[in-house]
Nanobody
């Protein structure tokens, strides 16, 4: 079993920044693909960003490209999501997720391909 614990969410004004953290424990972190997803009220969960096991590959949703940056520190078993130039439409519950045994070339935006999920952290961007 893998446990994922997010932190760093909160309330921020439009144009501001937040950094989300996700600390993992249990199964070996360094072999995982890590992803961030978000879900706004009344909407389906959507892909935000992903990073492969060694941080050499990243992928982003078009809506956040150029504003968000995903990174990982395997020595700390932690993945980060740096969010800059935040917009009200970024408001959502953000979830950290991990998957194992699937190639980086698998559909990184497909939420059911991820094996473990954090509890979610609320990000609210005011106008």
């Amino acid at each position: 079993q893998v446990q994922l614990v997010e932190s760093g969410g909160g309330l921020v004004q439009a144009g501001g920044s937040l950094r989300l953290s996700c600390a993992a424990s249990g199964r070996t972190f360094s072999t995982s693909t890590m992803g961030w997803f978000r879900q706004a009220p009344g909407k389906e969960r959507e892909f935000v960003a992903a990073i492969n096991w060694n941080g050499g590959n990243t992928d982003y949703a078009d809506s956040v490209k150029g504003r968000f940056s995903i990174s990982r520190d395997n020595a700390k078993n932690t993945v980060y999501l740096q969010m800059n130039s935040l917009k009200p439409e970024d408001t959502a519950v953000y979830y950290c997720a991990a998957r194992y045994g699937i190639s980086w070339y698998g559909n990184r935006w497909y939420a059911p391909s991820y094996d473990y999920w954090g509890q979610g952290t609320q990000v609210t961007v005011s106008s």
